[in-house]
Nanobody
């Protein structure tokens, strides 16, 4: 059974940074794809970043600018999300997700591409 555990969330002021971690266990391959999504109150889940779908490349949501950077430590099977210059609009629950490439076309920004989800970690940006 794959388990994902996020950590690192908290409350920060606008302009500050946070680094989220997602520890995976139970996976057959730590090189399998990972993604980060977020969900603000009353809004749909939104893609933030992904890694490992093809040649360990990274993918980001262009609408969010360059505030978010995804990386990972394959040896530990931990995926990170470095968040900088945070704004109030970045407030929400951040989820990590694990996928597995099954062949064919993949929309890495779609929640449907991922098989497992963490419980989420709250990020609150306020002054």
């Amino acid at each position: 059974q794959v388990q994902l555990t996020e950590s690192g969330g908290g409350s920060v002021q606008p302009g500050e940074s946070l680094k989220l971690s997602c520890a995976a266990s139970g996976r057959t391959s730590s090189s399998d794809p990972m993604g980060w999504f977020r969900q603000a109150p009353g809004k749909e889940r939104e893609f933030v970043a992904a890694i490992g779908w093809f040649d360990d490349g990274t993918y980001g949501n262009s609408q969010l600018g360059d505030k978010f950077a995804i990386s990972r430590d394959v040896s530990k099977d931990i995926t990170y999300l470095q968040m900088s210059s945070l704004e109030v609009e970045d407030t929400g629950v951040y989820y990590c997700a694990a996928g597995h490439y099954k062949g064919g076309r993949v929309t890495v920004s779609s929640p449907a591409a991922y098989d497992y989800w963490g419980q989420g970690t709250q990020v609150t940006v306020s002054s």
